[in-house]
């Protein structure tokens, strides 16, 4: 599943085309209507956490951002992926966070109007039309070229993967959206007190979250405080840090916690310079066989209880359980 670094690298790609018009359309998507983008103007590009989201007028000299409605009810492919982050990180006797941070958060006014306003493939006339992409666990933008075949297929087929939507701009390069799942929204859900990629990350916010008496794996994956964060940074912060997946954030002592949130800013970060130099990361634990020690790297699903389970490497040598003594230190701290 791409992760906040890999979207910011595909909004990366789509800035360039902000302001060009859409001349020809393609793709296989019977979801959103590949022709309903013709004609229009590419006018912004937003990115939060692991979603992109674009605007479309007619009108190149449409400017108003005005609207705030809420946007439209996650489309059911959406719904599973957002489903897994929230059961993940939520277990059935998760407590609430105190709501007052709220007010870091930018402000979308709820009413009946809201969710009526776009339904469809199309864009309803005079609304904003925002395409809301989210990218599941394949998917990709790709530039002024196509996707290819990296193997063969179960029947020994060398197919190109077929894009969902292809726009042609006016000024001779096109995008090409793989595997994507989008649906028009009327206003982009941009919130940077929880992106872990913005200036404006909330570590307070964060660290509150992570002090539940649950283990820190699952409140990793919360994307009400950690969005962009995904398995592979999960697993990776987590051994840099030296805590084990399970371990209950209420009993981990606040230079722990500390520590934590320095590594999943400080890896995600390193990881996106690392996208815009054309260089792979390179993950210590994250389906490795072996930590960088040379200690055995065990492998398991973690979840809550009827919740979705995600797949984690940890070391236990490097990330060991809490002796009973630092549980109660930590209890008290």
């Not at 075949?149 to 993967?161: S, V």
């Not at 007190?193 to 794996?217: N, T």
């Not at 994250?286 to 020690?293: A, D, G």
Request: with cysteine; proline share 8%; aromatic share 10%.
């Amino acid at each position: 599943m791409p992760e906040g670094p890999s979207v910011r690298k595909f909004h990366h790609l789509v800035s360039p085309f902000v302001g060009q018009q859409v001349v020809k359309t393609g793709g296989s998507s019977k979801k959103l209507n590949p022709a309903s983008f013709q004609s229009l103007w590419l006018l912004d590009n937003q990115v939060h956490g692991k979603k992109l989201f674009l605007r479309f007028d007619p009108d190149e000299e449409l400017g108003s951002l005005g609207n705030n409605s809420l946007p439209e009810p996650l489309q059911e492919g959406e719904k599973k992926e957002e489903a897994g982050d929230q059961k993940q990180a939520l277990g059935p006797s998760s407590r609430e966070i105190n709501r007052s941070s709220q007010s870091l958060e930018r402000v979308v006014p709820s009413g009946d109007n809201g969710l009526e306003c776009l339904r469809g493939d199309t864009p309803t006339e005079g609304a904003e039309r925002w395409l809301q992409v989210s990218f599941g666990l394949f998917g990709s933008i790709w530039m002024n070229e196509f996707s290819r075949a990296k193997k063969a297929n179960k029947r020994g087929d060398w197919r190109d993967p077929i894009p969902r939507l292809v726009l042609y701009f006016g000024g001779g390069g096109f995008l090409a959206f793989y595997n994507c799942q989008m649906a028009w929204s009327p206003s982009p859900v941009v919130i940077p007190a929880s992106d872990i990629l913005s200036e404006k990350f909330h570590r307070a916010r964060a660290l509150e979250a992570l002090s539940q008496e649950q283990p820190v794996c699952y409140t990793l994956l919360d994307q009400r405080y950690f969005s962009g964060l995904g398995n592979i940074i999960k697993n990776e912060a987590l051994y840099r840090a030296g805590i084990h997946p399970l371990s209950l954030g209420s009993l981990l002592s606040p230079p722990h916690l500390e520590a934590l949130v320095d590594h999943v800013v400080e890896f995600s970060a390193d990881w996106l310079r690392g996208k815009f130099q054309g260089k792979q990361q390179h993950t210590q634990v994250y389906q490795k066989e072996q930590c960088p020690v040379g200690h055995q790297v065990m492998k398991e699903a973690f979840g809550p209880p009827g919740g979705f389970q995600r797949l984690t490497w940890w070391c236990p040598q490097c990330q060991p359980r809490l002796p009973p003594d630092e549980q109660e230190q930590g209890r008290l701290s």
